[in-house]
């Protein structure tokens, strides 16, 4: 009869271990997982993020008068008229007196300097513009 008391206290103890192993993969699945997140969100300090320009509304483009053009070569174009960012005030072709009310739109490669982008950004304001949008890429829906 003692055998079978014994028995069946050891199995009683076997069926209490199964939710401490448990336990124990779990966590040591937790610690896996969270150690590849740490690792993968850490960044060399020479690399940046950068955030590129997209959209995620569903507005009409709006018409605009002027568009300027920046093209991977780093040539300017204003309504497909070549020019330069030192010499794109003198082509611009609207009127003194339209300026204040002009919407432009600027277009720029994805490959320009983001410097080059200011600077026709500052040429434009300079001029007196202040309704000036930059084109984006509508960003691709999950659905």
């Known amino acids: 009869m003692n055998l079978n008391i014994e ?3 050891s199995s009683v103890s076997d069926s209490q271990m199964i939710p401490l192993i448990n336990v124990v993969f779990l ?3 937790f610690i896996l997982i969270t150690g590849n997140i740490e690792k993968s969100n850490e960044r060399s300090p020479d690399v940046q993020e950068l955030d590129v320009p997209s ?10 008068d002027v568009t300027v053009t920046l093209d991977k070569a780093g040539s300017v174009y204003v309504d497909e008229i070549a020019t330069s960012i030192d010499t794109l005030v003198d082509v611009f ?17 994805a ?5 080059t982008t200011r600077e026709v950004l500052k ?4 001029l007196g513009l202040r309704k000036i949008s930059l084109a984006t890429v509508r960003a ?3 659905n």
Not at 55 to 64: A, G, I, M, P, R
Not at 101 to 109: G, K, N, P, S, T
Not at 123 to 126: A, F, G, I, P
């Open 93 to 109: 072709p609207l009127e003194p007196s339209d300026i204040s009310e002009a919407q432009v739109l600027i277009r720029a490669d």
């Open 7 to 9: 028995h069946s206290t």
């Open 111 to 115: 490959s320009v300097p983001a410097h």
């Open 123 to 126: 040429k434009l304001r300079d």
């Open 27 to 29: 966590m040591l699945a």
């Open 55 to 64: 959209s995620t509304s569903n507005l009409d483009q709006e018409v605009h």
């Open 140 to 142: 691709h829906s999950s």
